[in-house]
Structure formats: C-alpha cells, structure tokens
C-alpha cells in the first residue's frame, strides 16, 4: 500500500492546473476565482467537477469556473429545502411515537423491553487477559442486544442535556430517582436514535397506525424511509455534496398499483435524490399537501434557475408525470 505524497498546493497553483485540465478562467475572472478557492475549498469544488468532464481530469469544452460555481450555489440551495422538509418530518414523527405509545403503554413506554424485538448486534471491546505474567489487550466481537445499547445511548443523550432547562425543572419538581417521560426523551436524542427506536418497536397496531399517518404502506417501508432520511440529514447538514450522490441501498418503494406513487423506481435510481425525494413528498401528501406543494415548486425553481441535468440525481425523463410530482 502506497503512502500519501502529493505537497499541499495553494490558489495560484490550483488555477494553473485547472487550466491545464481545459477550464477556461480569463485573467479578469482570476480574482474572483481564487477567493472562491479560498473561501469554499478547492477539495470541496472538485466533487462537481465530474460532470462537467469529458473525461478524467480533462473539462469539456467551453467549460468554465461558473459552471462549477453554478452546481456547488444549487447543491447548497437544496440542501437547505431538504433540511427544511426533514426537520418537519423529524418535529411529527416525534410527536406522533410519543403521543401514540404514551396513550397505549404510559408515559415510560419506552423502558418496556416487551414492546421491543430482540435483535441482537455484535460490537468490539477490548479484553484484558493475563499471559505470562503480562496483561495483554485484544478485541474481540461480542454479540449484544440493539434495544438495551440504544437505551444506554438514549440515556446518555439525555443526560449530555442534563442542564437544560426542562430537564432542570423536572427534577427540581421530582425526584432524582424519578424516570423521565418520553415526551422529554424524544426531544433529547437525535433523528438517528429516534429512527432506531421505531426500528426496533414490535409490529404492532400503534406501529402500523405510525407508518399509515406517514403514507407508508407497512411499518417495515417506513422504516427504510427513515434510514434515508438520517443519511441525508447526515449529508445536508455537514456540508457534503448532495447532488449526484448516492444516498442509501434499501428505500423500499411500493409496486402495487394501489400504492404506488412513482413509475419508473430502480435499484439504482432510489438511491439517488429522486428516491428519496419523492418519499418526503408522499409523507407531505399525507401530513401537509401545503408544504408538499412548496417543497416541489421550489425544487423545481432551484433546477431551473441554476440549469440542472436532474438525471444526476436519479430522476428519469418522465418523472413529472409521476402523481407525487405532478404541479
């Protein structure tokens, strides 16, 4: 295996290599182009360079630094639309879990190990053992239970947020002892927690009502909905590029004609940003056809004006004719 050598290069280099590679950058634009090295990162304006290449390191044609600048403004943009919609959906799944299985099964719902499937995970810990008269470390795989680590994760989430100000008043009215009610747990954990737990709930009447008010047809869709939407709220808000990226391998899209609600679904295509897309817009069409209607105008104001080839992203040459995106 070859070790890392290429020395660090700075603006001015970079500009000379793009240059060589065939992208036209005038002398009146090089300003402009080395504060937006500068400023955005040349390693993260290289993810865009792809399409606009003929072939590897080389840029078609005609190509020019706006044409990257383009991309990177219409990713940026669709990031925030997609953190926008995924935080409503974060907001209602939430609630609804909450106020669903703390109706059912009481306010502590989710300490029950009985409403919960028994799956296990294997992870890594360090061993100590004796050999010799020395102690020597190793690690090994040990098989453990996936509801009992996410408690333990959930409760170390709550307790990170032990100073919060509700937190802080509950324990001043209750005791120490004193467990938490859900409605404070779910809102101390993340979205990949919160997706977990739903995960591991037994199928159930309030799991199916769950999934339902969702516009999935089962629990088990929903859940490979959830994982997605986790990944890409992972994608959205670290920064990284989102346009052309694959972004989970099991969306699972109904294929009865009944429940359908996109056409032309692949492996490959569900993958991408149309995947998993048009299940936040089957989510809206149930919980808010307002929003549902904003997200689309707005995707497609963004594809618009920022001149996008959407196939990128997964969509197939008819994708409008499909009943969740039709205007």
Aim: aromatic share 14%.
């Amino acid at each position: 295996m070859s070790t890392f050598s290429k020395p660090p290069q700075n603006p001015d280099e970079h500009i000379k290599r793009l240059r060589e590679r065939g992208l036209a950058i005038s002398e009146e634009d090089e300003i402009n182009v080395k504060n937006e090295i500068r400023t955005k990162g040349y390693f993260r304006l290289s993810g865009y360079f792809g399409p606009l290449q003929s072939e590897k390191d080389v840029f078609k044609d005609g190509t020019k630094f706006e044409d990257i600048l383009r991309l990177y403004e219409f990713d940026t943009r669709l990031k925030i639309l997609t953190l926008e919609a995924l935080e409503r959906i974060e907001i209602m799944l939430r609630t609804l879990i909450t106020d669903v299985y703390s109706s059912a099964y009481g306010s502590f719902w989710y300490s029950e190990k009985k409403l919960f499937e028994d799956k296990k995970e294997k992870i890594e810990v360090e061993e100590c053992t004796c050999e010799n008269g020395a102690v020597v470390k190793r690690i090994i795989e040990i098989e453990t239970s996936m509801y009992e680590n996410l408690l333990k994760e959930i409760m170390a989430s709550v307790n990170k947020i032990e100073n919060s100000e509700f937190i802080m008043k509950f324990k001043e009215k209750y005791s120490e002892d004193s467990p938490i009610p859900s409605w404070m747990i779910m809102e101390s954990i993340s979205f990949g927690k919160i997706s977990r737990l739903f995960y591991l709930l037994k199928t159930s009447d309030e799991k199916r009502f769950i999934a339902k008010q969702f516009g999935a047809v089962t629990p088990v869709f929903l859940v490979s909905w959830l994982h997605a939407f986790v990944v890409l709220r992972n994608i959205s808000a670290h920064y990284s590029r989102l346009w052309n990226r694959k972004i989970g391998k099991d969306i699972m899209i109904p294929t009865r004609k009944k429940h359908k609600f996109i056409k032309n679904a692949n492996s490959e295509n569900l993958r991408k940003y149309y995947g998993v897309s048009s299940c936040i817009l089957k989510i809206f069409e149930n919980m808010d056809k307002n929003f549902m209607q904003y997200f689309k105008n707005s995707f497609y104001e963004l594809v618009s004006n920022h001149d996008i080839d959407v196939y990128a992203m997964g969509f197939p040459k008819n994708y409008q004719e499909d009943e969740i995106w039709k205007v």
